[in-house]
């Protein structure tokens, strides 16, 4: 079935996008507290996707009810795309919360369309098989974004044990690890990889756009499998 492919390449496009879910969870909150320091309410910025979801969802499908699935899910993936900017424009705690706000608003764009557009390309009786396969980048992201923000917080970000306990509080009379004599962190880096990385995924989406669509009649109509298939 070319559907089947269709939906494995338009996932495995997702992929990098998708790593900045798991940077929330495990990047986000140890850039906070050795940029920022312990006082900083990592918790509550990593709200602000939750909340975003929750809400945002309804009034997005409403609006946009009349566009097909592709060509919502390419700005949606773009927005989220490009939200590091604020990160790597200005390092600051409002940045990070902006980073997190525009995560979530494209977030809620394409995301909900992947599952869409993977469950109308299915053939009856496989529409549980390409759900499946949509959910792929939720779990396939978990490992090497853990290893990707090993790696960045070790390069760009690392810790500063000479000014903080061995549990990693600081020690008086310092607060944050940019107070620390000898230390250096280079975090506009670290948001630009980051930012390149998402890039990947509506720069591949976008140019086989035409190619991830189902085939279709003169008409613009879904040509069946089956007939698509003897075509």
Request: with cysteine; net charge negative; hydrophobic share 45%.
């Amino acid at each position: 079935n070319p559907d089947f492919w269709r939906v494995a390449a338009f996932v495995t496009a997702v992929l990098f996008v998708s790593q900045q879910w798991r940077f929330m969870d495990l990047l986000m909150p140890k850039f906070v507290m050795r940029y920022f320091g312990e006082d900083v309410p990592f918790a509550n910025l990593a709200s602000i996707n939750l909340w975003g979801c929750v809400f945002l969802p309804p009034l997005v499908a409403s609006q946009t009810a009349h566009l097909d699935d592709i060509t919502l899910i390419i700005p949606g993936l773009w927005i989220m795309a490009i939200a590091p900017t604020f990160l790597v424009l200005h390092t600051s705690v409002p940045s990070t919360a902006a980073w997190i706000a525009m995560i979530t608003v494209g977030e809620v764009i394409w995301s909900p369309r992947s599952s869409s557009y993977a469950a109308s390309m299915a053939p009856d009786g496989q529409e549980g098989m390409f759900l499946m396969l949509s959910s792929w980048p939720t779990y396939l992201t978990k490992y090497p974004a853990g290893i990707f923000s090993g790696w960045l917080l070790g390069k760009y970000l690392p810790a500063c044990p000479d000014c903080s306990d061995k549990l990693g509080h600081y020690e008086e009379p310092y607060q944050t690890c940019l107070e620390c004599p000898g230390w250096h962190g280079d975090a506009t880096s670290l948001w630009m990889f980051v930012l390149g990385l998402s890039l990947v995924s509506p720069v591949i989406v976008t140019l086989i756009a035409p190619c991830l669509r189902p085939n279709t009649t003169n008409t613009g109509t879904p040509v069946p499998y089956n007939i698509a298939k003897v075509r």
